[in-house]
């Protein structure tokens, strides 16, 4: 039964590297200190707004394995003590696995390891301080997964010493391995980091948006070709992690997910379309698809009238499969499938 996740962060929580680009306390958020008071209250708080509803506690935003063991212990108990609460997931380094770990992990009902790859390019992991090799996160992942877990896999796009096709790279690698679930962030200047001292010295120059959402969109669609759940793109807009607040530069969009899957979309259609001057162009997409399909300020649909010599694009938003999209081109028919997206 798919439960509804509860998300508790414990930011920078057990980490034993400050990597050049984090700051988890902004990223997250999270302005409290980690204890089990906070925590049991702040779950007591997520319970209470499904009241009897099952849910995935989610330790976010730390590196739960390296905690002390007897805080980890503290924390995977006091998540045992709610009835509702029907399995745990947990957020940590590949350098922080090990076959004991694995094992302690089991005993307390942990159905989900997300493992903060970044890349798989060790001169970019240099770089950017995080200590650990792409030949740890393979060990990782290769126990992870003889544990029988569910892994997740996260994926950061335009960090130092990266390329557009490193990044795209990592993501083939990945799905060799065959991970559940993923996340893609493009990388961020974020305050009171180190990457934003190298920024300030023109040391690192990140991704313009164009070019993230670009990547990102790649990104996607290899994990989606290769049946990898995708369940972030981008992080989510809080009040520092916004618009004039704690990102200094970088590819930050408070709709960056919903770009990327434009993106993929305007690709499919271009892609499934290879005739020019068509006389007639007729779409018909679901409502809840509608915005991803037109783009950000009618983006897609002013590309596809300049590619295909229209004056106009006719949308009918009242398909009735959430999967694909349907066009008529001229004489053509074409289903465009979205299913993942």
């Known amino acids: 039964m798919k439960c509804r996740i509860l998300p508790i962060f414990i930011p920078q929580y057990g980490c034993p590297f400050k990597c050049i680009f984090c700051n ?3 990223i997250s958020g999270e302005k409290e ?4 008071q906070r925590i049991k209250r702040q779950i007591e708080e997520g319970l209470s707004k499904n009241k009897g509803e099952d849910v995935e506690l989610a330790y976010y935003g730390g590196n739960f394995t390296a905690i002390d063991i007897k805080m980890q212990q503290k ?3 006091l998540a045992r003590s709610f009835e509702n609460i029907k399995s745990i997931r947990i957020s940590t380094r590949p350098d922080c696995i090990d076959k004991e770990i694995l094992g302690f992990l089991k005993d307390y009902n942990v159905k989900t390891v997300e493992l903060g790859i970044q890349s798989m390019f060790d001169d970019v992991l240099e770089a950017s301080k995080r200590g650990h090799t792409a030949k740890d996160s ?3 992942i290769e126990l992870i997964k003889s544990f029988d877990f569910l892994l997740g896999v996260q994926l950061m796009v335009g960090l130092p010493n990266s390329t557009p096709e490193k990044d795209i790279k990592s993501a083939e690698i990945l799905c060799r391995y065959q991970p ?6 493009p990388t961020l200047v974020i305050e009171d980091t180190y990457l934003a001292e190298m920024y300030q010295k023109g040391e690192y120059q990140p ?11 790649q990104i996607k669609e290899i994990f989606i070709d290769n049946s990898v ?5 981008g992080l989510q807009p809080t009040e520092e992690i916004n618009y004039n607040a704690k990102v200094i530069a970088g590819p930050f969009h408070p709709s960056f997910g919903e770009l990327v899957d434009s993106e993929i979309i305007f690709r499919r259609i271009k892609n499934a379309l290879l005739q020019k ?7 018909f997409v679901h409502p809840k698809n509608f915005s991803r399909l037109v783009g950000q300020k009618k983006r897609n649909i002013e590309r596809l009238k300049e590619m295909y010599n229209l004056d106009a694009i006719k949308i009918i938003n009242e398909y009735e499969d959430t999967d694909t999209i349907r066009i008529l081109a001229g004489e053509k028919e074409v289903i465009i499938d979205i299913k993942g997206l």
Not at 180 to 185: C, F, G, L, V
Not at 207 to 217: K, N, P, R, W, Y
Not at 229 to 233: A, D, F, L, P, W
């Open 24 to 26: 988890q306390k902004i």
């Open 33 to 36: 200190d980690v204890t089990v």
């Open 75 to 77: 924390l995977l108990e």
């Open 138 to 140: 393979v060990k990782a």
């Open 180 to 185: 559940n679930i993923a996340r893609i962030y």
């Open 207 to 217: 991704l313009s948006l164009e070019d993230a959402v670009l990547i990102s969109s």
């Open 229 to 233: 759940k995708v369940i972030r793109v």
């Open 277 to 283: 001057n068509l006389e007639y162009f007729e779409i």
